[in-house]
């Protein structure tokens, strides 16, 4: 299942069938990730005083990354009538609160790279699907949407022991 599920991402990436627009405005793809390790970068990477809670994106508009402010959803220091251009791809060079620049880049991109090697004719190598029945599912639930895949097991399952991180 596994297997299947990441040659599916790889593939909606490669045929571009995934919602750019839903990308950018809701979800965490455009946050920036350390380039060397693929942990999110947060306010407190860049400010002294900045907030752990918060997370740092690329402005395309300013050439430079601006805050996202988990409290609000919304970003900080921004006003209300400023155009933001969240950068989903790409690499940059962000300036850390120690001075230091590191080479960021977004989250987008780090799944991009990850799902690379699941080709779906790996796919079905390992689970002995057709790659055309593997696309062709992809195929559909990228562009027969809104769809989403839930999380959990599925049934009545989903309240036994193993079905969420609660433990008394």
């Known amino acids: ?12 990436i490669k045929e571009k069938l995934y919602d750019e ?19 999110l970068v947060r306010e407190s990477d860049v400010r002294k005083d900045g907030d752990r809670n918060n997370f740092v994106l690329w402005d ?6 601006i805050i996202w402010n988990s409290d609000v ?16 791809k790409g690499t940059y060079e962000v ?3 120690d001075g230091k620049k590191v080479k960021c880049r977004t989250a987008f991109d780090a799944i991009v790279e990850r799902v690379e090697e699941f080709t779906t004719d790996r796919a079905s190598k390992v689970s002995g699907v057709p790659v055309r029945k593997i696309e062709g599912a992809a195929r ?22 193993n079905a ?5």
């Open 1 to 12: 299942d596994c297997i299947i599920a990441l040659s599916w991402i790889n593939y909606i």
């Open 164 to 168: 969420s991180n609660f433990r008394s």
């Open 21 to 39: 627009d839903f990308l950018i405005n809701w979800s965490n793809a455009i946050f920036l990730v350390h380039g060397d390790d693929n942990l």
């Open 60 to 65: 395309k508009n300013k050439n430079k990354p």
């Open 140 to 161: 559909l639930y990228a562009t027969n949407g809104p769809a989403f895949i839930g999380w959990g097991l599925g049934g009545g399952d989903q309240h036994g022991l």
């Open 73 to 88: 959803n919304w970003y900080a220091d921004v006003d209300d009538d400023e155009e933001i251009a969240p950068a989903l």
């Open 95 to 97: 300036e850390f609160s």
